[in-house]
């Protein structure tokens, strides 16, 4: 294989990533500013501190040395020709976030944000959290840069991701169950915004995604912009040529505008997000805003939004926490609206059978998050064909997930009748059991 | 109508003016104008009419509960435009107060236009500041509508400059930084504020976040123009065992408020 001439490490891509063309906190129509006057004046701190130190040869040096000794930077991509098999026969490539310290893409963006909360000097971090990997990787951060970290989380998601709730604790974090509303990930940010009005001289809101009022989702896609300059690259120098489709999951979008940003400007290059389609777009159980959404207000953000005809959020459902979420960050509703990007809804069904395939085929565990991509990337597989190069952002692995799983596929003894399992695993040779038939 | 004279006539009397808080469609819609009636015969100069919203961000326990409890009984968004009728009938300031996605859905323009066809004053928008606001602006100015925007302890001079400079009405200072809800003490940040804030604007300047019985409005109401009480006359409601206990214990609370700001500056 021929080297490429852009062989140079990449830096981090903070100080390139600035959007000087767009109006300052929009894309497009998207975007803003819709927060009480009492935050004003800490968003604009937070944005000077950020446009500093992302020109700043230290802060970049130093975020980037964490990345190297402590997330585990760059992050492999892997080729998984079994899963493919499954994807029309399309060469199928990961990009694996999974790998990355504490388990998710999450890290990337929460050691940029508690490098700016010493600058800003202050001591105390707060963040919301929907599976946990979020809340998981801002104690991580807190922990390692000895700040005080209050974690709110829906009692939902505390429930059905009990584990990560364990992660947090012993990493020193205060975990606080939110019993308001839907008892999600929304509920979980509107106690944080609550908790930063009162506590803002203090303390930093590390926002998890690509949402919120400006300048959160510019520079948490920044912070997240190198899972697609690594990508590119890799992908180039495996295949030679750039992907036909690069594929993600989409609750926020985090993790699908980190890998997209550096291809917007490849027109070969297919963008597709998928948000959760939870138990069908039609029963109205799911988190498809893109598919029934339309646009407006929710957590300082003009946005695409899940809501009544009285402007009420309605709540979302999906077998995923981390997608579970009424809302979208602004630049995808700009990226959909300008067609750059295309979005669709996978059920919980097609997702669940993605990540058993995943599991069986690769021996990954998926998040159930990025599972709904790969389901993604095994319809788009079977659409292209055996020419077509798709990369998909495994943004998550499923070690959160397990418990989840085992549920929903029937692994766990219990004295229910499996008729009440809800998924089956394929081809199980263990199903009946070996000794055991009572 | 703006609520420009009424705070005119409080001035003119030597006091502070009362402003208080109910949300429509708690206990009912029904109840809640009868409870906003109580009000105003017991000497509440405006009424601020809460928008039940599903994510109220800016909102402490006590008006999130009665909030999701009037959304769970049915409440309409044009039930808004029904209180703001009676509210201007009773002789009392129609102000809304609205997060911004409700009237975002609704329609700006329609919203302003049903607005002031029923009477009311304007609007207090908590999470729409004025640089995201141009819309609202521009429909408020034909209609005839006031604009109350908050400003903060928080809020630099430039801020203040901005903010007030958008007011129509009063000026809303948020005493603490924090959600609604009542407090102990108001603090000194709100005389601070009010201080900061006139030296930016001739408009009235009210308080909000904390006060919650007259005491507490007396001592607000020797630096403020208007005094403004929300969770405190919301908990009438919730707490009381019948809706008739409720609006008793509202009629008592709002006339302590009352005499309240009437002895501040004596």
């Given at each position: ?13 903070l ?47 130093e ?7 402590y ?12 899963f ?11 990009k ?47 922990a ?42 929304k ?33 948490v ?109 602004p ?67 499923g ?18 009748d ?21 | ?14 006091r ?6 109910l ?16 009000l ?41 435009f ?20 409700p ?74 930084m ?46 403020a ?7 405190a006359?919301?908990?009438?409601l ?29």
């Open positions: 294989m021929t080297a490429k001439p852009s062989q140079t490490p990449t830096p981090l891509p100080a390139l990533a600035g959007a000087a063309d767009l109006p300052r906190g929009r894309f497009g129509a998207f975007g803003g500013r819709y927060v009480p006057e009492a935050l004003i004046p800490a968003l604009e701190q937070l944005e000077e501190v950020w446009r500093k130190a992302s020109i700043d040869p230290e802060f970049v040096g975020l980037e040395r964490l990345h190297k000794t997330t585990g930077r760059p992050s492999i991509i892997t080729e998984v020709p079994r493919a098999e499954h994807c029309g026969g399309a060469r199928v490539i990961l694996r976030e999974d790998l990355n310290h504490t388990g998710s893409h999450k890290i990337n963006n929460v050691l940029g944000q508690a490098l700016l909360t010493k600058r800003m000097g202050k001591t105390r971090v707060i963040a919301e959290t929907g599976a946990g990997q979020h809340g998981v990787a801002t104690a991580t951060a807190a390692l840069l000895g700040l005080e970290c209050v974690i709110y989380m829906g009692r939902k998601d505390t429930e059905r991701q009990a584990l990560n709730v364990a992660r947090m604790r012993l990493l020193g974090a205060t975990v606080v169950p939110v019993d308001h509303g839907s008892k999600t990930l509920d979980a940010v509107n106690e944080a915004f609550r908790d930063w009005v009162a506590n803002v001289g203090t303390t930093h809101y590390v926002l998890g995604t690509v949402t919120g009022p400006h300048p959160f989702p510019e520079m896609r920044d912070f997240h912009r190198i899972i697609g300059v690594e990508a590119r690259e890799q992908v180039l120098d495996l295949v030679g040529r750039l992907p036909d489709v690069v594929c993600a999951c989409v609750g926020g979008g985090s993790n699908a505008m980190g890998i997209f940003h550096r291809f917007l400007d490849d027109a070969s290059v297919r963008l597709v997000g998928f948000e959760a389609g939870g138990a069908g777009v039609d029963t109205g159980e799911h988190a498809a805003r893109f598919a029934t959404g339309i646009p407006g207000v929710l957590h300082g953000a003009y946005t695409y939004v899940m809501q009544d005809t009285d402007g009420q959020t309605i709540d979302s459902h999906s077998v995923s926490a981390g997608l579970d979420y009424p809302s979208v960050g630049e995808h509703a700009f990226l959909l609206e300008s067609g750059r990007a295309e979005y669709r809804p996978i059920t919980d069904v097609e997702a669940m059978e993605a990540f058993s395939l995943l599991s069986r085929t690769e021996g990954i565990l998926p998040a159930i998050e990025s599972a709904h991509a790969l389901a993604g990337a095994m319809k788009l597989g079977r659409e292209l064909g055996r020419e077509a190069v798709i990369l998909v952002n495994l943004s998550g692995r070690d959160k997930d397990v418990h989840t799983a085992a549920e929903w596929f029937g692994l766990i003894d219990s004295d229910d499996a008729d009440g399992r809800r998924g089956r695993l394929p081809d199980d040779p263990g199903a009946e059991g070996v000794g055991e038939q009572q | 109508m703006s609520v420009a004279p009424v705070l005119e006539k409080c001035r003119a009397e030597g502070a003016a009362l402003i208080g808080y949300p429509v469609g708690f206990p009912t819609v029904e109840g809640s104008i009868a409870a906003m009636r109580v105003v015969d017991s000497g509440v100069d405006i009424i601020e009419i809460g928008v039940p919203y599903s994510d109220p961000v800016m909102d402490g326990p006590v008006i999130q509960d009665a909030a999701v409890r009037a959304l769970a009984v049915g409440v309409r968004l044009s039930d808004i029904t209180a703001a009728e009676a509210v201007a009938g009773a002789g009392a300031g129609a102000l809304v107060m609205t997060y911004w996605n009237v975002l859905r609704y329609g700006v323009e329609r919203f302003a236009t049903d607005l002031a066809a029923a009477g009311g004053a304007g609007l207090i928008t908590p999470d729409l500041i004025p640089d995201e606001a141009g819309d609202w602006i521009a429909a408020a100015d034909r209609h005839d509508l006031d604009k109350v925007f908050l400003v903060a302890p928080s809020s630099t001079p430039e801020r203040l400059e901005a903010v007030t400079a958008q007011c129509r009405g009063f000026v809303y200072a948020t005493a603490v924090g959600v609604t809800g009542a407090r102990a003490s108001v603090g000194e940040a709100a005389g601070a504020l009010v201080s900061r804030t006139r030296e930016h604007t001739d408009l009235p300047v009210c308080v909000g976040l904390g006060v919650s019985d007259g005491d507490q409005a007396a001592e607000v109401g020797r630096f123009d208007g005094v403004i009480v929300g969770s006359l919301v908990r009438c919730t707490e009381a065992a019948t809706p008739a206990e409720g609006l008793t214990a509202l009629g008592v609370l709002a006339r302590d408020l009352a005499a309240g700001v009437g002895r501040g500056r004596s």
